[in-house]
């Protein structure tokens, strides 16, 4: 399953942020692969897109960066699947 995540530095948590991802504490743990991450121009955030199929690990990255930043992750699906699903129900 995919997922992607939204984040939001808090006011005055960049240095700490910074200071944390050259040293490799973005890496997700087992059972998480990372398919991307693209982080805003102004500094504030980034979005990131994750395949998983355990949500504990999912749930457990997040709070890992808890104190540093707001996080939003929701499962997505890819166009062909959403597509397939509206043609399904609305018919096409």
Known sequence: MRFISTYSIR?????????RFPGGDTAPPAGI???GRWHKCDLTGSVALW????????HAFALSWGELMD????PVVE?????????AQYGS
């Open 11 to 19: 006011p005055g948590c960049l240095p700490a942020a910074a200071a």
């Open 33 to 35: 692969q990372l398919l």
């Open 51 to 58: 395949e998983s199929e355990d949500a504990a690990a999912m």
């Open 71 to 74: 996080m939003t992750t929701h």
């Open 79 to 87: 166009d062909a699947e959403a597509g397939a699903a509206l043609a």
